[in-house]
């Protein structure tokens, strides 16, 4: 497959775009496909660059390279069925409050940073490609200075994302290029537009949990006994050992399917009142992997994630 740079690939003048030449901390960014026809990339907020992918059938995704970020999923006819909060900062520092953001190499809190640095940093474009005409567009990140500050390993990450008419779907890949074995906990922390007081979940009963409410910091153990959970208030909890489908019904007549493969947990999450001008408009269901992946040298761990409606 012929390779070229991203700029003559698309056919943007990198003086306009001087990130896209190099990234904040000195990692040169990848080559594109010329095959890779449905994607472009352009401008975002804060002059960010971001890919945008584009189907046959009119449906649309958004993604970021700062974080490998995807922020936006409009399906034919134009909703955009994932929400980016409106107090999220687009400056290249802090992460992308929305859309779908990377928790890895942690998960909440713990020794590093909330959620971990991969939705800190940029990620490059490795890949592309559009088998019938469906983009397919695949993000790497690896380690550098800046994460070995905080996590002292070696790792190399995929992020294979595909649009369809219909769907969107996500390949995480994470390989151990170290010489000694890791440990991490991942999610993909995606935020869905909704209606909260008519939106709900399906699929999670019997599910062990682990509330956070009212204390983030000592979860309670429990067993969800609910057919359909919903958001009545304040909402920050984990479901061990989640089936591999679940039902959102986002309250706004869109009903998503979210399959998963390897994606052991789920947790949902809603502020409430501690996000009095946004909570409203949506929830946050997420494929997690709450306990430790362990990884010796040359392993890999795989994850996939499919939205879907009908």
Known sequence: MAMVSISMAIGVNTATFPSLKRCRRGMAFAS??????????TEGEGNLPKLVLTSPAGSEAEIYLFGGCITSWKVPGGRDLL????????NGKKPISGGVPHCFPQFGPGPIQ?????RNMDWAVVDSENPEGNPIVTLELKDDPYSRAMWDFSFHALFKVTLNA???STELTVKNTDKIAFSFSTALHTYFRASVSGASVKGLKGCKTLNKDPDPKNPVEGKEERDVVTFPGF????????????????????????????????????PYLQMQACYKDFVCVENA???SVQLEPEQTWTAVQHLSIG
Do not use: M
Not at 83 to 90: E, K, Q, S, T
């Open 32 to 41: 594109l496909s010329t095959k890779a026809s449905g994607v472009r990339v």
């Open 83 to 90: 929400f980016v909060r409106p107090d999220a900062v687009f």
């Open 114 to 118: 909330q959620h971990g640095f991969a």
């Open 166 to 168: 219909k769907s969107l």
């Open 235 to 270: 909402v920050d909890c984990v479901y061990l050992d989640a089936s591999s489908e679940l039902q959102l019904d986002n309250g706004l007549g869109d009903l998503v399917s979210i399959k998963n493969t390897n994606w052991s947990d789920a947790v949902l999450w809603n």
């Open 289 to 291: 992997k709450i306990g």
